[in-house]
């Protein structure tokens, strides 16, 4: 789901600025997610991630619907309950977004100087242990002191081992971080200073992602209570697209329609 919001932000991107030296991006920096609230249609309430979310829960359950009901009264479009019906199972895919990525969060709130910090704080504890040892060893040679340093070696041996895979999963960690960092952004030189700020965009995203979802699913709600009453507005208050240039009828260009897509 994460790869397909992407893909759509993407794409949205590129209609949007079509005619530009921004319409063709082929990627986006995750910074991007972060500023789709910024950007709003023409009615000025429904933002770019608003559109985008709407999109997905569509498309979303249609997908589900057809997987799991073949009744041609389901594909119905110009059935609005039924339509409803299948942006609200959309919307469930989409909202559940965040539990899918909980381990992302968790991952936005580690420091990562103070881990790395622990660890060496273990390693050079090691060491001191091993230390003390030698010089138990130098110092007393009664039994007392031979079963102490018996039970020492035993603890050494095992906190070695865990030190030298801990050490190593900690190397290899940071290591698959800088390379999801330079996937997303192209180069993790900028990042280093915070090299995991690429899990804090997410969660941040996130976080408005969830937001958004329960402003859509409360126009559904009003969708539902509004189809229940047999009732259709006048062809001149049916209002227009809150992003034309997404509909075909593109306006005159302004700053705020171009999402610096690169």
Same mark, same amino acid.
Do not use: W
């Given at each position: ?65 057809? =997987?799991?009901?073949?009744? #041609?009264? &389901?594909? %119905?479009?110009?059935? *609005?309950?039924? @339509? !409803?019906?299948?942006?609200? +199972? $959309? ?10 990525? =909980?381990?992302?969060?968790? #991952?936005? &709130?580690? %420091?990562?100087?103070? *881990?790395?910090? @622990? !660890?060496?704080?273990?390693? +050079? $504890? ?17 039994? &007392? ?118």
């Amino acid at each position: 789901m994460f790869l397909k919001l992407l893909e759509a932000v993407l794409k949205t991107g590129n209609r949007m600025n079509v005619g530009t030296n921004r319409g063709d991006a082929q990627a986006f920096k995750l910074d991007t997610l972060l500023k789709l609230v910024d950007i709003k249609g023409t009615d000025g309430k429904t933002t770019l991630l608003h559109f985008v979310v709407l999109e997905i829960i569509k498309s979303e359950g249609t997908r589900l619907a057809q =997987m799991t009901d073949t009744s #041609a009264k &389901t594909h %119905d479009p110009s059935l *609005l309950l039924d @339509d !409803v019906g299948l942006r609200k +199972r $959309g919307l469930e895919v989409v909202s559940g977004l965040g539990g899918e990525l =909980m381990n992302v969060k968790k #991952a936005a &709130t580690v %420091d990562s100087e103070a *881990l790395s910090s @622990d !660890v060496a704080k273990l390693a +050079r $504890g090691i060491i001191r242990v091993n230390e003390v040892l030698q010089l138990n060893k130098e110092a007393a040679m009664n039994e &007392t002191s031979n079963r102490f340093s018996e039970s020492m070696n035993t603890f050494l041996t095992k906190a070695e081992q865990e030190i030298v895979r801990i050490q190593s999963q900690e190397s290899g960690t940071f290591s698959r971080v800088k390379e999801l960092t330079e996937y997303f952004h192209g180069n993790s030189a900028k990042e280093e200073a915070h090299p995991l700020r690429i899990f804090m965009v997410v969660r941040d995203f996130l976080t408005i992602l969830d937001q958004v979802c329960k402003e859509v699913g409360k126009i559904n709600e009003r969708t539902i209570i509004s189809s229940s009453r047999v009732s259709f507005a006048p062809v001149n208050q049916i209002m227009p697209p809150p992003f034309p240039e997404l509909h075909g009828t593109r306006e005159s260009s302004s700053d705020d329609e171009d999402i610096a897509l690169i």
